[in-house]
C-alpha cells in the first residue's frame, strides 16, 4: 500500500512541515509556561497568562482578574462621583451677601425717648400683622410671612448658564414689643436671615411663575425664597418717623434691615 504523503505536492510537505514545527515549538511553550504558572497560584500572585483549554485545544490569553475588576469599578464610580461634583457646582446657586445688612444694623441705634425724627433706630419684638390676612404664603415652605424675598438662577433647556433673577414683596407689618407696638412700612430691605428650607415636595415651578419664568426648565433651575414669618422674633431697622404714630420706614435710599433673633425658653424655677 502507497503512502498517501509520497503522492502530495512539495507544497503541502511544506505545510506539514511548518505544522509539526509550530505542534513543537507549542509543546516546549506549555512545558516551560506551566510549572510558572502554579509557581504564581501558589504564592497567591496571579499570573500573567492564563492557560486555559478549550476542546482539546490549549489556548493562551489574558483573563481580568478581580482586583483588575475592581479597579475599574472603582474609577467608574470614581467618574460618577466627579461628574456629580461638577454638575452641583456648575448648578448651583450663588450666595447672598450679608455685610450690608450687618453693617446698616450695627450703625442704627436702639429705640428710647431721645430718638429724634430721621434716626437710624432699631426694635426687637414679635412680628403681627397690620390687618387680619394682610400677609403672603411662601411659594416653596408655604409660610405665612409679611416679607419675601424670592431669588432664582433660571436656565432654559440644557444649557448650563443661568440667569439670576430677584423678586422682593413686603406687606406693611407691626412689631409687638411687650404690648409696645411699632408700624414698619417699607418698599425696601436687606435681609440678614438665612434662606427658608424647603421640604421635599416643594415644586420650584411655583417661585419660577412668582418671578415671571414659567418656562423655565424646573429641573435644572436653582429657587429660594428668604421669608419673615408672622410670629417670629426680629429686630428690625429703620428710618424713624414720630408723627402721627411711631414707625419705621424704608426705601431703596435708606431700606430697612431685619434680623431674625434666637428665642429661648425660660425653665419654670421652683
Keep these: 500500500m502507497t503512502d498517501r504523503r509520497d503522492e502530495e505536492s512539495p507544497q503541502i510537505?511544506?505545510?506539514?512541515?511548518?505544522?509539526?514545527?509550530?505542534?513543537?515549538?507549542?509543546?516546549k511553550f506549555i512545558a516551560i509556561a506551566a510549572p510558572c504558572v502554579m509557581f504564581h497560584r501558589q504564592l497567591g500572585i496571579e499570573a500573567p497568562i492564563t492557560i486555559r483549554e478549550h476542546r482539546g485545544d490549549v489556548r493562551y490569553g489574558r483573563e481580568p482578574t478581580m482586583n483588575q475588576i475592581r479597579i475599574i469599578l472603582v474609577i467608574g464610580v470614581g467618574i460618577s462621583l466627579l461628574y456629580s461634583l461638577i454638575k452641583l457646582i456648575v448648578l448651583r446657586m450663588p450666595g447672598r451677601s450679608r455685610d450690608s445688612a450687618r453693617k446698616r444694623m450695627a450703625q442704627a441705634r436702639w429705640l428710647d425717648a431721645d430718638s429724634r425724627d430721621g434716626a437710624l433706630v432699631k426694635v426687637t419684638g414679635t412680628v403681627r400683622?397690620?390687618?387680619?390676612?394682610?400677609?403672603?404664603?411662601?411659594?416653596?415652605?408655604?409660610?405665612?410671612?409679611?416679607?419675601?424675598?424670592?431669588?432664582?438662577?433660571?436656565?432654559?433647556g440644557r444649557s448650563p448658564r443661568g440667569e439670576l433673577v430677584e423678586k422682593l414683596q413686603i406687606k406693611p407689618?407691626?412689631?409687638?414689643?411687650?404690648?409696645?407696638?411699632?408700624?414698619?412700612e417699607a418698599t425696601h430691605a436687606l435681609f440678614d436671615l438665612s434662606p427658608a428650607r424647603p421640604p421635599k415636595t416643594a415644586d420650584v415651578r411655583k417661585l419660577l411663575a412668582e418671578v415671571g419664568y414659567q418656562d423655565a426648565n424646573a429641573s435644572t433651575s436653582r429657587c429660594e425664597e428668604t421669608v419673615v414669618e408672622v410670629g417670629a422674633t426680629v429686630t428690625v431697622a429703620g428710618t424713624?418717623?414720630?408723627?402721627?404714630?411711631?414707625?419705621?420706614?424704608?426705601?431703596?435710599?435708606?431700606?430697612?434691615?431685619?434680623?431674625?433673633?434666637r428665642v429661648y425658653a425660660l425653665a419654670n424655677e421652683p
Design 173 to 184: 407689618f407691626v412689631i409687638d414689643d411687650d404690648g409696645s407696638k411699632v408700624l414698619v
Design 129 to 156: 400683622t397690620r390687618e387680619t390676612g394682610d400677609r403672603f404664603v411662601s411659594p416653596l415652605t408655604e409660610s405665612r410671612c409679611v416679607a419675601l424675598h424670592m431669588r432664582a438662577l433660571v436656565r432654559r
Design 13 to 27: 510537505k511544506l505545510v506539514y512541515a511548518i505544522m509539526l514545527s509550530a505542534e513543537k515549538q507549542q509543546a
Design 240 to 261: 424713624l418717623v414720630t408723627s402721627p404714630a411711631i414707625a419705621l420706614i424704608g426705601d431703596e435710599a435708606n431700606p430697612i434691615v431685619i434680623r431674625k433673633e
